[in-house]
């Protein structure tokens, strides 16, 4: 059983490549992703360089958005090519997923969670999401991980039941 905690984090401003697709166009994220760790140097004024963050929302019908960035400080100017996304506030569900786990078995296990908590996913006010179990999740990675191994922090917008 995986441990879970509720975690608030502030606000905070990220820079990176926007990536946005259907699941079947997914091989070409994870060349965004590997794009974004090669241009990381761009970023002079990353918080955390050894984090590299994925932000997805099911915005896409059959499909998300995906954000591959790093958290940076407001001197950062935004490079060429590149994207803003601020982050707000918000209350998180988090857990780790461990190398040598099961991707798929760790986020079945966010879903049952989730079912029998006190807490539901966030949906922001005026968007349309496509997956109603899960419409945003963000990903922290290690920047040396091995991605045949990967290992990484979850963090699921949430908001308690009404």
């Not at 509720?6 to 401003?13: A, D, G, N, W």
């Not at 994220?29 to 918080?47: N, Q, S, T, W």
Request: aromatic share 14%.
């Amino acid at each position: 059983m995986k441990e879970w905690s509720i975690v608030t984090k502030p606000s905070y401003r990220s820079v990176g490549l926007k990536w946005e697709g259907t699941f079947q166009e997914i091989p070409s994220l994870k060349r965004v992703i590997e794009d974004m760790k090669g241009r990381a140097y761009e970023l002079e004024y990353k918080i955390n360089p050894s984090v590299q963050l994925g932000l997805s929302y099911h915005t896409v019908e059959d499909g998300f958005a995906h954000y591959s960035v790093f958290e940076v400080s407001d001197e950062q100017e935004v490079p060429v090519g590149m994207v803003e996304l601020q982050v707000p506030e918000w209350s998180y569900m988090y857990t780790a997923h461990h190398k040598g786990d099961d991707v798929v078995q760790t986020y079945n296990y966010l879903h049952n969670w989730l079912a029998e908590s006190d807490y539901e996913v966030l949906k922001e006010e005026g968007c349309t999401y496509y997956d109603p179990h899960m419409p945003i999740k963000h990903e922290y990675y290690p920047i040396d991980q091995d991605p045949n191994d990967p290992h990484f922090d979850i963090f699921i917008p949430v908001v308690k039941k009404s």
